[in-house]
């Protein structure tokens, strides 16, 4: 079982020296960055990749938008971008897929 443990880290050089401990204890790590719109968790998480380098790979939500005729349906077509206009599902299948280090297919 995987542990999920959420971390508020007050500083840049503080969680990069997170993330290289992550990084470095073996298996497949994910680490994820939350936060609203316009906080700056694109920018965190590209400073934090080209702070590891080859041990990590940027994952974004971006692409996991539902279609716009879903939205449309749902009456949230004025609310794109908000946590349920995403394919939550999909995303989490993503990442479960990325974790699994039995899985040898191009993801």
């Known amino acids: 079982m995987h542990e ?3 971390l508020e880290i007050g500083s840049l050089p503080a969680l990069l020296e997170r993330a ?3 990084a470095g204890s073996g298996g497949r790590r994910l680490l994820g960055i939350a936060g609203p719109p316009g906080a700056g ?11 590891l380098g ?3 790979q940027l994952v974004p939500m971006d692409g996991f ?5 879903e939205l449309s349906r749902l009456g949230r077509s004025d609310r794109k971008g908000a946590i349920d ?22 993801v």
């Open 85 to 106: 206009t995403f394919d939550a599902a999909g995303f989490h299948s993503l990442l479960s897929r990325l974790r699994d280090p039995n899985v040898t297919e191009v």
């Open 4 to 6: 999920q443990r959420p």
């Open 20 to 22: 290289r401990r992550l």
């Open 54 to 56: 080859d041990a990590a």
């Open 65 to 69: 938008h539902l279609a716009n005729a």
């Open 41 to 51: 968790k694109s920018t965190l998480a590209g400073r934090v990749v080209a702070a």
